[in-house]
């Protein structure tokens, strides 16, 4: 995973935080890749980068969320990085392509928004901390998803009826918008 570290580092090295909370998280993620060669690892416990899309409609109005088959909530697609994984926003896209049965998502390669928090179904050793890195997936030409074996619904949902009042997807949802704007 050298490759994918190093990408990683420089990624969210010179990333511009949108807010001062995400600032934060930036730098500890930084400070975690820096202080761990193997911190993008499911191995590394407890604390490991993962990465993930929020897909949006073309005009942004819809998003697509997967209902998790562990956590059974609705999430953005997402999940731990791969070997094969050479950047973290390949993992990204390769995460929603899998989740969703899209084949045709694009991926913007600036993150969007970070998000840590704990996974208590993750690991045997006891809960984990995902440093997610998530990233925006712009819709193709396909737009009927398809359920993957790690979710148990996949659906399209207005941006104001999403079935989640939790900040973090909320503010995931409006700073991925606001990127289709720029």
Same mark, same amino acid.
């Given at each position: 995973?050298?490759?994918?570290?190093?990408?990683?580092?420089?990624?969210?090295?010179?990333?511009?935080?949108?807010?001062?909370?995400?600032?934060?998280?930036?730098?500890?993620?930084?400070?975690?890749?820096?202080?761990?060669?193997?911190?993008? $690892?499911? +191995?590394?416990?407890?604390?490991?980068?993962?990465?993930?899309?929020?897909?949006?409609?073309?005009?942004?109005?819809?998003?697509?969320?997967?209902?998790?088959?562990?956590?059974?909530?609705?999430? $953005?697609?997402?999940?731990?990085?791969?070997?094969?994984?050479?950047?973290?926003?390949? +993992? +990204?896209?390769?995460?929603?392509?899998?989740?969703?049965?899209?084949?045709?998502?694009?991926?913007?390669?600036?993150?969007?928004?970070?998000?840590?928090?704990?996974?208590?179904?993750?690991?045997?050793?006891?809960?984990?901390?995902?440093?997610? !890195? /998530?990233?925006? $997936?712009?819709?193709? +030409?396909?737009?009927?998803?398809?359920?993957?074996?790690?979710?148990?619904?996949?659906?399209?949902?207005?941006?104001?009826?999403?079935?989640?009042?939790?900040?973090?997807?909320?503010?995931?949802?409006?700073?991925?918008? $606001? /990127?289709?704007? !720029?």
């Amino acid at each position: 995973m050298t490759a994918l570290h190093t990408d990683a580092l420089t990624a969210l090295a010179g990333w511009t935080a949108p807010d001062a909370e995400q600032e934060l998280r930036r730098a500890a993620y930084v400070e975690h890749l820096r202080r761990e060669p193997d911190g993008l $690892a499911k +191995a590394c416990f407890p604390d490991h980068l993962t990465a993930g899309a929020l897909v949006l409609s073309h005009d942004g109005s819809s998003v697509l969320l997967n209902l998790h088959g562990k956590a059974q909530r609705w999430f $953005a697609f997402g999940g731990h990085l791969e070997p094969e994984d050479t950047t973290l926003a390949g +993992a +990204a896209l390769r995460e929603a392509t899998e989740e969703s049965g899209l084949t045709d998502l694009t991926i913007d390669p600036v993150p969007v928004h970070l998000s840590l928090h704990t996974v208590d179904f993750c690991s045997p050793r006891g809960p984990v901390r995902h440093f997610d !890195v /998530r990233f925006l $997936a712009r819709l193709g +030409a396909a737009t009927e998803p398809v359920v993957s074996d790690e979710s148990l619904d996949v659906r399209w949902f207005g941006v104001d009826d999403v079935p989640t009042d939790e900040p973090d997807m909320l503010d995931l949802i409006r700073l991925a918008r $606001a /990127r289709l704007v !720029v």
